[in-house]
């Protein structure tokens, strides 16, 4: 049986040896003030990269979310961008309390990615979902579904990290990535989705089911 253990991504470590080492500094030479703000820092830094492990729902058909956080799109669209069909979006706010390390969805093959330039507009304003730099993967299922997740960067969030290349296989559940400090991500499935979240839902990455194929 897994065992549930709370580890740090690894991209997480310089973030949180160089904030530790200020605070020991500051504690060191007498500045009790600057030693106990950097504490604190440091403490938000390791929660923050915080990679707690998951339980993923054994049902086949279950497509889990991606990232923690809250439902903040769930609609209809065009998707001429990403999967080029009609899809299901639906988008995913991340805020600077919840866990960042991103978690495939879906078992299936990596068929791009694609990385876009873009500006640094909050996250789960309509400005950023269009203007916003992002990192969209396209997966394509063993039935040849295809949907798309896109991480996109945010107001405070200015690095996405994502581990895939075109050619890899995914396993539902497993990480892919992470986005540095407040973020979203986008998700593009097809539309015979049966989509089981709506608008207000807050989901964890790995565990909570968006909906099923």
């Known amino acids: ?18 904030s530790a080492f200020c605070t020991l500094i500051f504690a060191l030479i007498g500045c009790s003030y600057l030693a106990i703000f950097m504490l604190i820092v440091t403490t938000f ?18 497509l889990v979310s991606p990232a923690d956080g809250k439902i903040i799109i769930a609609e209809e669209v065009e998707d ?7 899809a299901h979006k639906i988008s995913i706010f991340m805020n600077v309390f919840n866990v960042h390390v991103n978690r495939a969805p879906f078992d299936g093959k990596i068929k791009k990615i694609i990385y876009q330039p873009g500006k640094f507009y909050s996250a789960d304003s309509k400005q950023g979902g269009l203007e916003n730099e992002y990192c969209a993967t396209v997966l394509t299922t063993a039935s040849g579904q295809t949907l798309a ?7 405070i969030a200015r ?11 995914a396993i539902k559940g497993r990480r892919f990535g992470l986005i540095r400090f407040g973020s979203r991500v ?28």
Do not use: H
Request: hydrophobic share 45%; charged share 25%; net charge negative.
């Open 149 to 155: 997740f896109v991480q996109i960067a945010g107001l």
């Open 1 to 18: 049986m897994l065992t549930p253990q709370v580890p740090v991504a690894k991209e997480g470590l310089p973030f949180i040896g160089f």
């Open 80 to 86: 001429n961008q990403f999967t080029g069909q009609k």
């Open 45 to 62: 830094v390791l929660a923050f990269f915080r990679d707690p492990e998951r339980f993923v729902p054994r049902d086949d058909d279950a």
């Open 186 to 213: 986008d998700l593009y499935l097809p539309i015979e989705t049966k989509i089981m979240v709506k608008v207000g839902d807050k989901v964890r990455a790995g565990e909570s089911v968006i909906g099923n194929l």
């Open 159 to 169: 690095r996405i990290i994502c581990w895939f290349e075109p050619g890899d296989s």
